[in-house]
């Protein structure tokens, strides 16, 4: 596992008026947003991005609604896939990625009925895809 630093700043620190020349600020070190790069001896790789509580609960959200309207990959269903049996830790599951992107093979009036029932907006998600895809890591 790598801890990796990232160019972006979070959803909650952006600013939709802000100028792009003035986007070239440092994000603050307190709340800076890290990635964990995780490779196995099998050569698979995986990108894991902490979220703070808001960003997760939309994300779930979204997930859930997502996972119930598109069509599951060769059958498997994706909510046995993700459990996660807590024991008692109160662990929360992994938001899907992969998953989440798959909304925009909805039509954009579907696309805008599915962000509402999750309580997200377009570019509240497309601010969070950009961050849990890694985008912040062009360094690499």
């Given at each position: 596992?790598?801890?990796?630093p990232?160019?972006?700043?979070?959803?909650?620190?952006?600013?939709p008026?802000?100028d792009?020349?003035?986007?070239?600020?440092e994000?603050?070190?307190t709340s800076?947003l890290?990635?964990v790069l995780i490779?196995t001896?099998?050569?698979?790789i995986?990108?894991l991005?902490?979220?703070?509580e808001?960003?997760?609960?939309r994300l779930?959200?979204?997930?859930?609604t997502?996972?119930s309207?598109l069509?599951?990959?060769a059958?498997?269903?994706?909510?046995?896939?993700?459990s996660v049996e807590?024991?008692?830790l109160?662990?929360?599951?992994?938001?899907?990625g992969?998953?989440?992107?798959r909304?925009y093979e909805l039509?954009?009036?579907k696309?805008?009925?599915?962000l509402?029932?999750a309580?997200a907006?377009?570019?509240?998600?497309?601010?969070?895809?950009e961050?849990?895809a890694?985008?912040g890591?062009g360094?690499?």
């Amino acid at each position: 596992m790598t801890l990796l630093p990232s160019t972006l700043s979070p959803f909650a620190e952006q600013n939709p008026d802000e100028d792009m020349a003035d986007s070239d600020n440092e994000p603050s070190i307190t709340s800076a947003l890290n990635h964990v790069l995780i490779t196995t001896q099998t050569g698979s790789i995986a990108l894991l991005t902490p979220l703070d509580e808001a960003t997760y609960r939309r994300l779930s959200a979204l997930q859930t609604t997502l996972s119930s309207i598109l069509e599951h990959s060769a059958g498997l269903n994706p909510r046995a896939y993700r459990s996660v049996e807590s024991e008692g830790l109160g662990a929360r599951g992994i938001v899907d990625g992969d998953l989440i992107t798959r909304i925009y093979e909805l039509g954009a009036g579907k696309r805008l009925e599915v962000l509402g029932r999750a309580g997200a907006e377009v570019w509240g998600m497309r601010s969070d895809l950009e961050i849990i895809a890694g985008e912040g890591l062009g360094y690499l």
